[in-house]
Nanobody, 123 residues
Framework: QVQLLESGGGLVQAGGSLRLSCAAS????????MGWFRQAPGKEREFVGV????????YYADSVKGRFTISRDNAKNTVDLQINSLKPEDTAVYYC????????????????WGKGTLVTVSS
């Protein structure tokens, strides 16, 4: 059983930056692809990005490409999401997720979820 705990959310003005962190415990972190989803008020949860178990491949949703950067540290069991040039439409609860390396990184395939951290971007 893997536990994921996000931190780093908050209120920020448009154009600003935040760094979200996710700390994993209770499992073998390096066996999982790790990533982030987000859910805005009244909308479905959407994929943000994924970093494979080795850190050797990273993929982002088109809506965040060029602004968001995912990184992981398998020695510290952490995965981070650096968010730059924030827009009001980035307002959402951001969820850390762990998925199996053998499957596509979709919400349906995620094995473990964090409880989320709220990011609010003011215009």
């Amino acid at each position: 059983q893997v536990q994921l705990l996000e931190s780093g959310g908050g209120l920020v003005q448009a154009g600003g930056s935040l760094r979200l962190s996710c700390a994993a415990s209770g499992g073998t972190f390096s066996r999982y692809n790790m990533g982030w989803f987000r859910q805005a008020p009244g909308k479905e949860r959407e994929f943000v990005g994924v970093i494979v178990w080795s850190g050797g491949y990273i993929y982002y949703a088109d809506s965040v490409k060029g602004r968001f950067t995912i990184s992981r540290d398998n020695a510290k069991n952490t995965v981070d999401l650096q968010i730059n040039s924030l827009k009001p439409e980035d307002t959402a609860v951001y969820y850390c997720a762990a998925g199996p390396v053998s499957k596509a990184f979709t919400a349906q395939n995620v094995d473990y979820w964090g409880k989320g951290t709220l990011v609010t971007v003011s215009s």
